[in-house]
């Protein structure tokens, strides 16, 4: 009953920063259409991966546009590079990218120029990982729940998404976003639980732990806010609007630099912590 108890309090604090996800393309106004550009920087030697197509208005089912004409450089420390395409409406290059580094993206369209900047943080390690077995309430089934500990750097503000893995899949359905910031808990060790999913003895769960800077994260928080307002064509509500964007000249999507760590998981009745 302790855990229970103890589990209900964080949840409750973070409760506000938490919102869902879904991979969606970003077509959300009821509106002309704009471009989209969806661009990631992992830290290290890791691909730098731009998408880019055309929004359509909220109600229309006919198909993505991909953008194959673009201009895409990349601008860090003194380097730039050209990233080419290499499938409709995707832009890749590898790059060997490092922490607390600005970078700037730009993405030339038929005369149009679009820029966006990111910050990679340093990542921030998974102090440990580990699995309480939880009866049910509310939304919640009964199983095992997935808590990460952390320890947030003092100070400074922080951001933080999670993603996971379940026995080798990766989870991206509607309820598997899950953001925070460190408003309540700068310089602190929070618990962190993957509230949205009870797992079972013999799952084997590894979660990511990312950090990225602001931008990145008011993108994904209001992404989730969108997602969980249950607005749509079925819904009786106008349609949402876009989530907040680091791109200029209106262009829709984000660019996000990040860095991350990892740390998995077995469930079982026997064991309940597993040290990083």
């Known amino acids: 009953m302790k855990y229970l108890l103890k589990s209900l309090y964080f949840i409750l604090i973070i409760l506000s920063a938490i919102s869902c996800e879904k991979v969606i393309e970003v077509d959300l106004d009821d509106s002309e259409p704009k471009l989209v550009i969806e661009a990631t920087l992992l830290e290290g030697d890791n691909e730098c991966k731009v998408v880019i197509s055309k929004s359509a208005p909220y109600f229309d089912s006919s198909p993505i ?29 590898q790059v060997d990218a490092e922490a607390d580094v600005e970078y700037k ?46 320890s947030d750097p ?25 953001v925070l910031d460190d408003n309540l808990n700068d310089g602190s060790q929070p618990m962190i639980p993957l509230r949205q999913q009870a797992f079972e003895e013999g799952d084997m769960v590894e979660v990511n732990l990312i950090h990225f800077d602001e931008a990145s994260y008011d993108y994904f928080r209001t992404l989730g806010d969108i997602i969980g307002s249950g607005m749509g064509p079925n819904s009786g509500s106008a349609a949402p609007g876009n989530p907040i964007s680091n791109w200029s000249n209106n262009a829709l999507g984000y660019f996000s630099a990040y860095s991350y760590s990892s740390a998995s998981i077995e469930i079982s009745s026997a064991s309940k912590e597993i040290e990083d």
Do not use: C, W
Request: hydrophobic share 35%.
């Open 154 to 178: 003092a100070g400074i503000a922080n951001y933080y998404r999670f993603t996971h893995y379940l026995n080798g899949e990766y989870q991206n359905e509607a309820d598997d976003l899950l």
């Open 65 to 93: 546009e991909k953008i194959d004409n673009a201009t895409v450089t990349l601008y860090f420390e003194g380097n730039e590079l050209v990233i080419p395409n290499v499938e409709p409406g995707e832009y890749r290059l």
């Open 105 to 150: 993206l730009e993405v030339e369209v038929e005369g149009n120029l679009y820029t966006a900047f990111s910050y990679m943080p340093q990542s921030i390690p998974i102090d440990s990982i580990y699995a309480i077995y939880e009866e049910g309430f509310g939304p919640f089934e009964s199983g095992y729940t997935v808590y990460v500990m952390l």
